[in-house]
């Protein structure tokens, strides 16, 4: 009873901030994304009868801890779902820096929500798995599909309206995205605790969730008619009214440092020059910097000579799950 499966990352050009119920991770808003080629993870996952409790490795190291417990949390749905009352054994790699805001959650639990489910003999559409998904991390439910996907928030308090959609293949349109490398620290405020605290105490909080349906329609046409112009504002805009949530919590925080900001002059500079170039920026310091074939050498080249950014990594859209028949974590 063992099955590898690989999932890559997504980033969200409409923003998945705060929950509406935190046990079933049922957001506030819909959020859009697109899934990366250059970041995932790959898990294998086994059952097997002879195993005393679940473990978990993570890029050949033992877990233990919150991490531990997420993992172990999510293997319990599961096996509800199954029927089974047996352990695993849970093996990753990480292509991705951990809890930077790199979206390391949603390629991991959408790696092994697929992995496992395989493995314990669970049948799946994409839809179930998704649905399934989202409870280990919600914006992992987008990394089921490839392209571009829309997380429904859904309406009903048990959460089974709420999962990812595709919207278009990822062959649709070529367009790129720069991760830009600052730091690959954990952060000191994270993703799930952020939300929180921005939901109970922010005043800015309902003007963002009440910009978010005017911003998903314009930016869904934009992608149906890859006007990259109209995308790319409307996704740094959205970014910028997510993190704008932050500095209005009590006690405020930001997860910015002097160079993400650099980064976005930056990246404005380039639009200045002619080159269409637009930011986003996740619940971290890093940066992502949307931007056409074309000009990938200016671009890259740009972001790299900024001091203080360490490695700025390039990704094309990418797939949605697949599963290795090899059983191998590559």
Known sequence: MKATAKAHTNIALIKYWGKRDETLILPTNNSLSVTLDGFYTTTSVEFNEQ????????????????????????????RQLAGKEIYAEVK??????????????????????????????????????????????????????????????????DGTDSFAVPITPKEHWDIRVAAVVLSSKMK???????????????????GWVDSIPTDLAEIKEGIFAKDFEKVGQIAEANCLKMHATTLGAQPPFTYWLDTTVTVMQTVRALREQGIPAYFTIDAGPNVKVLYLPENEEE???????????TDVKLSRVGQGITYLEDESIV
């Open 188 to 206: 000191k405020v994270s993703s799930r605790e952020g939300m929180k605290r921005t939901v109970d105490t922010s005043p800015f909080f309902q």
């Open 51 to 78: 195993f005393t409790k679940d473990t978990f490795v993570l890029d050949d190291v033992s877990i233990a801890g919150e991490q531990y417990q997420r993992v172990a949390n999510f293997l319990n749905l599961v």
């Open 299 to 309: 671009v890259q080249s740009t972001l790299r000579n900024i001091p203080g950014v």
């Open 92 to 157: 990753s790699t990480n292509a991705v820096p951990t809890a930077a805001g790199f979206a390391s959650s949603a390629s991991g639990f959408a790696a092994l929500a697929a992995a496992s489910t395989k493995a314990i003999g669970l049948k799946l559409d994409n839809t179930e798995l998704s649905r399934l998904t989202r409870q280990g991390s919600g914006s992992a439910c987008r990394s089921i599909f490839g392209g571009f996907a829309e997380w429904k928030k859904g309406e009903k308090d």
